[in-house]
């Protein structure tokens, strides 16, 4: 027959756990030993309220084994050492996603959510049971619950939990989301931080881990005021928020403003930070902000560039020299100028038009050789809607009948204009 349980007040329990947690340790001598289970479960000898549970070291890692019956097979969990440390005690987990959480030394729930343990808050439990050694006190499974639930909370919002050290630059981070580098997602990534040069992020906890390099981007980081970094010429970016900070983005920093198709990530030394920050609306919604007026800089930077490119290439063109020269053949090339210009409806106004090439070139059949045209290269000048003038390569070309050359037409155009200053027409 089982001993008698110890059942604690209800109130007490509450506020035991709603407390900042105590650390304890758990000894095969207080934990070994045959549990009472609040709801039965299903075993391979059927139906059980009863569980032997031996706690210890296997293969070199901290687990905690039950078993229904001595011939029953045994089920494993292993010590999450992170979490367990950051909640002041024990903690396990099974592949089959089923947590085990110390509330004392002999006392464990069993416990399956809707979702990671330190991804969210948990708000459903799958599954839910009290393992209590004989003749301990025991927790009813309802305040069993809102435990486990509260440790989730606890974890996510740092509620009780160690601050960590933050030193900033080299070390181990932790996205928010999970970070992809390369092909796979991370968790955790080590930073390696070459100040004006390059950073490199390493995955973590991995076989085969994967690599990527953000290299250093002068002008986006002088516009911004922060130290930016890019992922090849991909429109990835990594931004030195903050000691121990990096913020990641995916938004085209200097050619884009900020959209609602842009992302970010936040990678943190202090897991804590990264943690909350998932549950933190109005933190998120500051750093949507931030970025759109980083996007915003960035661009006025990229754009002030570019036109201060612009205006210096347009004051040092010039026409390209003349060729052949023939004033009726300019005439007519004019003329098949502005037919191609009112084909394809440019806004520019034609001014003329001249001859690089110094002679004609001839088009023959390619099976016959019999000569079926000639080709000219020239130059049109136009007058444009903003003050300048351009001009752009143009080619031309007559028909040949086997006597006479027919009409002069423009056939294609050089793309780009290149503009410069009208006095130089």
């Not at 809607?385 to 155009?413: H, I, P, R, W």
Request: aromatic share 10%.
């Amino acid at each position: 027959m089982l001993k008698p349980r110890y059942m604690l007040p209800t109130w007490f329990l509450l506020s035991l756990f709603s407390s900042i947690a105590i650390s304890f340790d758990l000894t095969p001598e207080q934990v070994n030993g045959v549990y009472q289970l609040s709801q039965p479960e299903r075993s391979a000898a059927g139906q059980t309220q009863q569980l032997q549970i031996e706690y210890g070291v296997m293969n070199g890692q901290t687990v905690l084994v039950t078993a229904s019956c001595p011939k029953c097979p045994a089920a494993g969990y292993r010590l999450l050492e992170t979490e367990s440390k950051e909640l002041g005690r024990p903690v396990f987990f099974n592949s089959s996603g089923i947590y085990v959480i110390a509330f004392d030394n002999n006392t464990f729930v069993s416990v399956m959510a809707d979702g990671q343990l330190g991804k969210k808050i948990w708000q459903k439990l799958v599954y839910a049971n009290v393992y209590s050694k004989q003749g301990t006190p025991t927790i009813d499974l309802a305040t069993a619950k809102q435990f486990v639930i509260n440790e989730s909370k606890r974890l996510m919002t740092g509620e009780g939990i160690a601050k960590t050290q933050v030193t900033g630059g080299n070390g181990t981070y932790y996205p928010a989301a999970k970070h992809g580098i390369g092909s796979q997602q991370y968790d955790e990534v080590e930073v390696l931080i070459y100040p004006q040069q390059k950073l490199v992020l390493n995955g973590l906890n991995c076989r085969n881990c994967t690599s990527d390099t953000y290299e250093y981007q002068a002008e986006l980081s002088n516009a911004i005021g922060k130290p930016v970094y890019e992922l090849g010429y991909m429109g990835r970016f990594l931004i030195e928020q903050d000691s121990g900070i990096l913020w990641w983005t995916n938004a085209n920093l200097g050619k884009n403003l900020w959209g609602k198709n842009d992302h970010f990530n936040v990678l943190a030394q202090d897991k804590t930070f990264a943690r909350k920050l998932t549950i933190d609306q109005a933190l998120q919604k500051q750093i949507d902000q931030t970025f759109s007026e980083y996007a915003n800089k960035a661009k006025a930077a990229v754009d002030a560039r570019i036109k201060q490119e612009d205006q210096q290439r347009t004051a040092n063109n010039q026409l390209p020299k003349k060729g052949l020269s023939d004033a009726q053949l300019e005439k007519d090339t004019l003329i098949a100028a502005q037919d191609w210009a009112k084909r394809y409806k440019w806004q520019e106004k034609l001014e003329y038009t001249y001859l690089t090439s110094r002679d004609w070139s001839n088009l023959r059949h390619p099976l016959t050789g019999i000569q079926t045209g000639r080709r000219i290269n020239g130059i049109i000048t136009m007058k444009r809607n903003d003050g300048l003038c351009s001009y752009q390569q143009a080619v031309f070309e007559q028909a040949y009948n086997g006597s006479d050359y027919q009409k002069t037409v423009m056939v294609g155009v050089v793309p780009g204009q290149n503009k410069l200053d009208c006095g130089k027409l």
